[in-house]
């Protein structure tokens, strides 16, 4: 007789994301109860800006406000918690002390510009895009870091987090990267967290080692894509979801493996996925079509059908079909017989009856008349 465990939900149940299961590793127990406490209290997810919103999620889970604040950094990070209705914060730059002038290769920070690592930081209207790389980030010695983390408990109790979610101490440099992502690039604590949840993630998932000095490369390049506040971070964090879940399903359509996927390559998976904004059914459709008429898969050709297809409006196979059936009635016209007559007489052919006979094919539609037979 086979036992199996039966689950009492009595009267009420809390419905987790299914993919919290990818990070429990990573979770701390703060960051599980404060998600539940959310999952179970859906009118507590409302109005996240009122006064007292994070203390009352702090009584709830039985933490402190700053566990909540990291707790929702984390879950944003691992892309299961969004803002979609919260306005996009204004980008915060901090000020450099006039005495923290840079030595050769590395920026010294003055006792000044310790003190402006954690203060209140200066909006500015926009984003404007900084030179690369890391020699720019500020250098504290270990004495300033020493009397940093002592004045400033917030700086010290974010760093704490930045470490658990990276599963190491971090030496004095890799301190100095993390402090220069919110001295120099002017991002809040809560964003350099997230950031910091979405590339442990992502490395994992590659299954790839961790690095301080991977962390630097995408936060650079998320800046100077224009990415800088926690709603926009959010955004990409779940179009890359979307990316790493269709990139398999395409990986496999094209038979390539685990290997790394080419910039051409790459770019034309996000255009069809994001510009055009196709789903999976239609590029296969193109992908039946690119093979039918090319003989192998080819991505050249098949990002040509899928620009036309978006040129034209065809975002269905109904609305591909009804467009070939126009197609096929018009071609079938007296006059356009004459004129496929006189084509075919002078040796030529009409690449369109190739392409609407492919697409006739990848329906299942074969067109024996077809000039591709």
């Not at 604040?69 to 450099?96: C, D, I, Q, V």
């Not at 069809?272 to 459709?285: A, N, S, T, V």
């Not at 609305?319 to 040796?347: F, L, V, W, Y």
Request: charged share 30%; net charge negative.
């Amino acid at each position: 007789m086979m036992n199996q465990l039966k689950i009492k939900y009595d009267t009420s149940a809390i419905v987790l994301p299914g993919r919290v299961t990818e990070v429990l590793d990573r979770a701390s127990a703060t960051d599980l109860k404060v998600l539940m406490i959310l999952c179970a209290s859906p009118d507590l997810c409302k109005d996240t800006g009122r006064d007292g919103w994070t203390a009352e999620v702090a009584s709830a889970a039985d933490c402190d406000e700053d566990g909540v604040r990291s707790a929702l950094a984390f879950w944003r990070g691992a892309g299961m918690l969004t803002e979609a209705t919260s306005k996009p914060k204004e980008n915060k730059k901090k000020a450099y002390a006039e005495d923290a002038a840079p030595s050769s290769d590395k920026k010294e920070a003055s006792p000044k510009a310790v003190e402006a690592a954690s203060a209140p930081a200066v909006s500015e209207p926009t984003h404007t895009p900084k030179l690369r790389p890391k020699d720019e980030l500020p250098h504290y010695t270990t004495e300033q870091l020493v009397q940093l983390l002592e004045s400033q408990q917030e700086t010290a109790s974010w760093l704490n987090e930045c470490q658990r979610i990276f599963g190491k101490i971090f030496k004095t440099v890799e301190v100095n990267s993390i402090l220069g992502f919110v001295d120099y690039l002017g991002l809040d604590w809560e964003y350099v967290v997230s950031l910091l949840a979405y590339y442990v993630e992502v490395q994992e998932r590659r299954q790839m080692p961790k690095s301080i000095r991977g962390v630097e490369k995408m936060a650079f390049d998320f800046y100077d894509k224009g990415i800088v506040t926690i709603a926009l971070l959010e955004e990409e964090i779940r179009r890359e979801h979307m990316f790493a879940d269709a990139e398999g399903k395409l990986r496999s359509l094209f038979g390539m493996g685990e290997r790394s996927l080419t910039p051409k390559e790459k770019k034309c998976f996000s255009t069809w996925l994001y510009e055009f904004g196709f789903g999976l059914d239609i590029i296969r459709l193109a992908y039946d079509v690119t093979v039918d008429t090319k003989g192998s898969p080819n991505i050249s050709y098949m990002n040509s059908v899928l620009a036309n297809w978006n040129r034209d409006g065809l975002r269905t196979p109904e609305a591909i079909r009804a467009a070939d059936d126009a197609h096929k009635a018009a071609k079938a016209s007296p006059a356009n017989s004459k004129k496929q007559t006189a084509e075919i007489h002078k040796g030529s052919f009409d690449t369109d009856d190739f392409f609407a006979a492919a697409v006739r094919r990848s329906f299942g539609d074969e067109d024996p008349s077809s000039p591709s037979k």
